[in-house]
């Protein structure tokens, strides 16, 4: 069986002792094997990854943006292999995996110009003949820690630009889809990056504790489950290293009565079903503001509901495909199944989806569940299902507060065409990434991500402007020179 | 006896059941007592800015600007009675805090910029009809804990910006000299700003910690020694906050054998014996490549040291005061001891000072110490008085390895007048802020102030444009319109 | 009589040869002469200017910021002066003089971050060992050309950050109302400018030539009439200089049948009377979507006219004062009898307005025409004066369509809720300064002033951060250091 | 004989009517016609521009960048082809061509980053509940004219940046060697981008005179002689538009004492001779500081000189090719003539060069004159030739001097190894792009390129962020959202 390893100093690489599992969540079987690498693993790819520095670091701003133009091309070159992959590890359908790859990509674009971006302060005459100016240098070998849901995109919102800043890289990515990740980073080699720049190891907890406590690392950059993001973000800063640490979600929409209610519904079904509801930025949660409001919403998507059709990666017709793991598609119906005994009304019931020829595969149905409370275990946590939850509200000052209320902050949005609604709606919500009629508001590439609350530790966000400065170190030159000798001709004997 | 107390929601306060001893270290007499604020004054604090915090936040720019603008004409009109508090407490000379204060103003002049500074990134057509932009939000109660050396300039790198970006603050000042910060913040209410917005406590590692721990508390700025400054770090952290903690320093300069010696001599004194050498940027050690540079470096130090003079506050002759307390002088006198037994040479001593009328005084002279090797006790840890060490060495590299080699990164200085040499000492020092033939590189107002290695933890300096970043949170619009209803006609019938 | 004279190389100057009378437009009376410049006169400020140059730009930035915090101050203490200054010569109602005085300093605020906006892009390793950076370099001598309408605010749109960056300036105000704006720039010498640096010149065509052809001016700032506007630029760049040329407006508000119309009759009130409507913001047509909104806006906008009061610049009551002249005054009459001649209904009529005690001043009272059709001859041209039109139209598409076709493109705004409508019309309208439901939009001090089409001559906006730029030269350097002697040792044996 | 046509529309055109001789100037042959446009085929390019442009302006950004990526690769792709077409029709070696074609590959690369070069500047609370913001908006249909000497960099300086920023454009390129421009323009079509929005035509007088005086025609940009410049400014300024005129250089490098020589002779070779000195950034000055500096100079450059081969574009072992036509050949070699009258001295002279071969080629050896005064034509003026010219002086002042008081501002550098003289240098030189030990100091891609004095009309230099303001027009919004209804349920009944 194919045993997936790591990617070290411009070569692939496995250990051999420790391995686990891999499967193909349509058919729920195992299909590979990853490697889980050893401490000393671990420490070989910091190794070369230390090692590579001084001279990439050196390496003029103009080659290293070189190889992300080339990075970039190789990466459409590959779409249909790496969506591949995606789909075979992760389950998501292959317009999906196409569209989180042109995210990713986005990402090397935006490193592409940072001859622009790594632009420092210069101040002429700070101080009499003092000339003062900020270069932003890079801090080392950085690493990042990502997630199963992106196994192409999150890992491309870090080290393309960590790398273009000048940095090198290890990468330690989910041991759930790994393949996606190691072929893309491997594709760096071919579009000229020097050996050792970048590195992946596969891993469990071994791995991110090597890389948490080794003085080498100079920053870590983690996407996950608040509960671990939170783990990392002590530990690593435990370790005084710089972190950003992005945890969990629950995201809502409110629907206003004066919202296009059919344009609501077709933003809801793609927000709140795509990618089986595996997304940081899934809305999980629909506020309708009036009852009126929440009647009319509720027949609508069960309406557009039964189109949906859950299946197998490959088949684009597919609206999405299974869960990641057997346990997790146990766990989206323990939610559902709370919900309901909680008093909630299952309005469209996926528990019982059934893909044919797919019997085993880790498939949930799209859900909708009405009269959700805030009390309930299932409106608290985060779900990561294809369950939509909708909360009936008398106003949007209560829609507002409940959303302030929750311990999450990632993303949110507000159905309406009021101006008004609209600016007040995102002036005071507590929340990173706001939608206007957008459900599900991903900054572009030029822009950062982030959550807030319990959504994001540190203070600097991924990918955009944020991570520029987040993969470099300011320094600061104040430079005086002294008396006019050459310029005056004191030294006018100087052998030339 | 005078109870310096705090001063919480536009009032002064003081808790009356502990007290701790404020000395005059020119005359080494107790003159005041700083109250020691309780968990419970502290919360009050933290209160007062949480309930200050939505009606400043939405208070528009231009009107927290002019608050800062009223700031800054008050601390000139009040500048002598300011330098007059920090001679008493902390003993620094007049014109030496005088500039202290003159520094501090620029980062309030700076914050006057806010409406410049604040500007969010606005993207156009993000997407088909779609726009998006990012808003820095201010985060709301936030908090800054200074230490006794610049009791106004430290603090007023911290709070005009952050207030001036919509936050609440508390400051935690230090409690050896806490009576001109305690006065200057309360110039802020003179200045226009709404009660609870600024909060000053005293106190100890009570204060500290309920600062640390509250929930309320959003973003922790620090300034001090290494080993607290790790504390906070990790403690702030630990509890989800952001946190920027700016610890010590062992700040070495190059001297070349190219250097302007007489240039270099001159701004060597200033640089290591002003304000006792109680700067984290003061220059405590002087690299000499060659010997025919160190002769000539200690020559004419020597030279130039018999003009210094140690003494009171208030007297404009002086150039130095006395250290911060007893302990502080002994523990100096301790250092210099150490080197002689470690077979350091004492070129100039200073153990034996004494200040005429002010024999109870915490003097230490100017000390020069020759032949320092890089194993000593002297040389490893931050001394923080008035002592500058002479290493020799052969080779630039070997200085600048040395310098890497240290475990702070603060600040740094060569002498030279080749630029080749000036660009490869700036580009590969492992230090955050870097002289060219300019011994005290400390940032404008305008750039910002951060060490390299472990002399800052966090990703975002002190004052300057990383300010901006610290004191606010990213918030990420993305809006899209839905069908042209009003525009074309559809709601004609609107009641108008 | 008093003579209103010159400002030169720090100093009161007079040409005695030419004068000209200065009104006040309140009582009709000759109140000052005003000298007209000489062309030798205006030769001499450029000198003065000149010779002023090299010091002040090697003033280091923070020393020129420091005169301008102290200006800002100097212009607070004296606001009661110059805003009778203003309501003697102008006309205008003194609390109407306070906004545009408060309008004017905080551009004077903006300059005093000049720090922050001087910046320079510098980029490390922008080859192998090359360090490339830009450097905002000041011109040397620039000047500025202002209209009567704002003889305080405008001025200060330009020398402040003329100044601050490191330029010398000769402003040539204009010779209705000038001594407003010499006593102001009489507070720059008192805030510790060099003498030189600033000049001021009154005259007339005489000195404007003077001003453009002049090798030694390198930049032109206007502010006028479109017809005086184009032919500035056209002069100044045929001269080689750089130019921006600010022209007329003809300000639409387009209503929608959405608006909260009390509040737009509000806003209207004020867009269109304020100052007499002399303005280059003024709201001089309402477009009216729909008849019912028209009617319904003729009938409040009468209504809420009613209690508009025209008179004396010193009384607060008042609403609005005088025009400048007697000849505008019929011009202005002129224009609404025209549009009744055309056809339009005057709704309110201000011809025969009469102010008591001030019966020979240079009033019109408030007038609203309805009908208005883009035929007349009163709605093609920029009419200067406290007169609304009302234009009806059936669509949206229709109001912005007569919007585009006219010749200005300065100002604009519409009245509705529909966030939609809002962001179809500020994207697609072909005017420079947009407001959504603001009346005024007149960009804040850190943003920057400028109309489109007609409206504008040059790349380049007034105030903000596009004066940066206009009043700066990007210099690039691009260095790279040659072998490393110094540093490696070869040049050991310099003196030292 | 095959006609270089125009591209109008997405479609190859040509003219009947006039054209014009196409040499190859190795060969002196005439080897193609060019078509030269009738105002009435200029007229249609700029209709079709004008056509595509509002659904190019409403393109989202990022698919505007992805014809850039893609028109990037495009280029590597057809690099030998292009360098083919200009070695045929401009004589320049093929290294050269590709070193000219990768500086405009760069600019495409710097347009690819336009989503974030575009971004807006966001002010939120600019007032109570006021928000305001700039964005910049495309100008419309705007236009390059450009010069023979980089027929593929220029223009490449110009319309990616121009298209990616939503505008469209029509390109006059140089009629002496149209072919790569017309044929690199091709390629945007199959990059993607719509027809229309990139146009070109070929032509003479009669083309630019159209550009220049039609209404629709937004912005010229020019490269080109400094007489044609002014024209260009005058014109398209007289006629309203926004014009960047680049006109001629004289570029000097001073060669300090302390210099390291070797490598200024080296890098001096290849500024002064390469491409035939036909670059505005060629060096064709070496002002000497001390006779000892000068003799030693003249004696490596002579020493240097032996070994450059001038011959055919496409042996990759020539050095340099011929010059652009019979004429300019002429007149190269009567400045040389004139030089050695007025009493320079020949040190190389290349006048009677013969290529083997290409006995009929343009082509003029590499010539260093020494003993040139600044009397001389053949200082005065641009000679665009391989001709290097000493001037022998005796201090550093007097070389700047004579280079500030030259009529041309482009660029210049300064070799020394010392850091004073090189910032006092670069301070103080009135010229736009400066060296520091770089003789051809061209800025990077993102930073801008212009002279000063009269090498450039206009105050936005071509490419880097300047262009990006050049090609876009502030537009300032400024929104305030009436009262709460909808948010506060006043019109809750509207239909859902």
New interface residues.
């Given amino acids: 069986m194919t045993i997936v390893g790591h990617f070290i100093n411009g070569e692939a690489r496995s250990d051999s002792e420790r391995t686990q599992d891999v499967y193909n969540p349509s058919t729920g079987e195992v299909s590979k094997q990853v490697a889980l690498a050893s401490k000393e693993t671990v420490e070989e790819a910091i190794a070369a990854a230390q090692a590579a520095f001084p001279a990439w670091r ?5 080659k290293r ?1 070189a190889v992300m ?1 080339r990075f ?2 190789l990466l459409e070159q590959n779409a249909d292999k790496i969506c591949q992959l995606i789909g075979d590890e992760h389950g998501k359908i292959c317009h999906d995996a196409a569209g989180e790859l042109q995210r990713g990509i ?1 990402n090397v ?2 490193a ?2 940072v ?21 932003f ?1 890079p801090l080392g070998v950085v690493t990042g820690i990502t997630p199963f849901n992106f196994p192409a995109m999150v890992p491309l919102w870090m080290y393309p630009m960590a790398i273009a800043c000048g940095n090198t890289f290890v990468l330690k990515p989910s041991e759930r889809d790994p393949s996606s990740t190691l072929f893309i980073a491997s594709l760096l080699k071919e579009a000229g990056l020097p050996d050792g720049v970048m590195n992946v190891v596969n891993g469990d907890k071994v791995a991110v504790d090597t890389l948490l406590e080794d003085k080498r690392v100079q ?1 870590v950059s983690f996407v996950g489950s608040t509960h671990i993001a ?1 783990y990392i ?2 530990t690593a ?2 370790n ?1 290293k ?2 950003q640490a992005l945890g969990g979600a629950k995201n809502h929409a409110i629907v ?6 059919d ?1 609501a519904v077709n933003q809801l079904l793609g927000a709140a079903f795509g990618s089986s509801g595996e997304r940081c930025m899934a809305l999980s949660v629909a506020v309708a503001v ?1 009852d ?2 929440a009647d ?1 919403l509720i027949t609508k998507m069960s309406e557009g509901m039964k189109a949906l059709k859950a299946g197998e990666a490959s088949d684009k017709s597919n609206d999405f495909g299974p869960v990641i793991t057997r346990a997790h598609q146990q766990k989206v119906v323990g939610y559902i199944d709370s919900a309901e005994k909680d008093g909630a009304t299952i309005a469209v019931d996926g528990r019982e989806v059934s893909v044919s020829g797919y019997e085993d595969g880790f498939f949930v149905g799209a859900t909708l569940i009405d009269n959700v409370t805030t009390d309930m275990v299932s409106y608290k946590e985060e779900i990561f299902g294809p369950v939509l939850q909708v909360i009936r509200v008398d ?3 209560e829609a507002m507060a409940l959303i302030n209320e929750h311990e999450y902050g990632n993303g949110t949005c507000i159905f ?9 709606f ?2 005071n919500i507590q ?8 459900p599900l ?10 959550g ?1 609350k ?1 959504s994001l ?5 991924a990918y955009g ?2 991570a520029v ?2 993969y470099t ?17 004191v ?4 052998p ?1």
């Fill in positions: 050196n390496t003029p701003v103009g943006a133009f970039k091309a986005e674009e935006y592409c110009g001859g622009e971006l790594l632009k420092g302060e210069h101040s002429k005459n700070a101080g009499p003949q003092i000339d003062s100016w900020s270069e240098q920053a939170e973000y002590t800063t435990a005084g710089r972190c206003m009565p004066d919202a296009d209610l344009n009036g009126a409001t009319a106003t949007m000052e309406t065409r009021d101006g008004e609604a609209a600016r007040y995102s002036d929340v990173g990434m706001v939608g206007i009629n957008v508001p991903v900054p572009v590439s030029y822009q950062s991500f982030g807030w319990r530790f540190g203070d600097l966000y402007p944020d400065k987040f170190r300011r320094k600061t030159i104040t430079q005086r020179w002294p008396s006019s000798g050459v310029r005056e001709g030294n006018f004997s100087f030339s």
